[in-house]
């Protein structure tokens, strides 16, 4: 004998999700920067050098120096080129006065004379030292005053902006449950 079952069939339901994400927009600006250079200076003082030539040596060498100076040589020689000037005239007057011993001479004091005096040197001494160079250097100060950069920076804020998406739940196919109830004969 068969025993009649009922028959249970069971459809789930189906919820449908139709989402769409948001959108999220950022912008940053840039940082607002204000800047401000200061150069640097530099000041520079300086002091002149200095040369100092000092060539009284040298002219008074060539006797071309001072004339105080070259006065006061002369006269200090004066008295002594005096009387050397008198013994060559005696030298002279003596040559003249022995003419008879032969001789010409007239012809020798004409061949011997000379314009200058050689032993009437008023001249200073002539040396490669004769001329003093001094010198001294100049200095150079320099002042720096340094330079440098002024910032000014403000950040700006980021520009938000979201847009939202969609979120649609809906049930796209409802539960149900079919019961098949077994056939039973009725006519037996």
Known sequence: ???PQIQMTVQNALLSIDADAGVQHIQQPRATIDMKQI???QQF?????RLEVDQDKAWDALALG????TMSKIYSMASDMALRGLAR???KGNRM???HEGGNPIAENARDWQRTFPEFD???PASCDNVDIHFTQ????INTIPGRVEMNVQVNKPILDYDRGKLDMYVSQYGKVTITPPQIDQYR
């Open 1 to 3: 004998m068969q025993i």
């Open 39 to 41: 150069r640097p200076e």
């Open 45 to 49: 003082e300086t002091t002149q050098s």
């Open 66 to 69: 001072n004339n105080l100076e």
């Open 89 to 91: 005239i005696v030298e």
């Open 97 to 99: 006065a022995a003419i």
């Open 122 to 124: 008023f001249r200073g």
């Open 138 to 141: 100049g200095g150079v100060t």
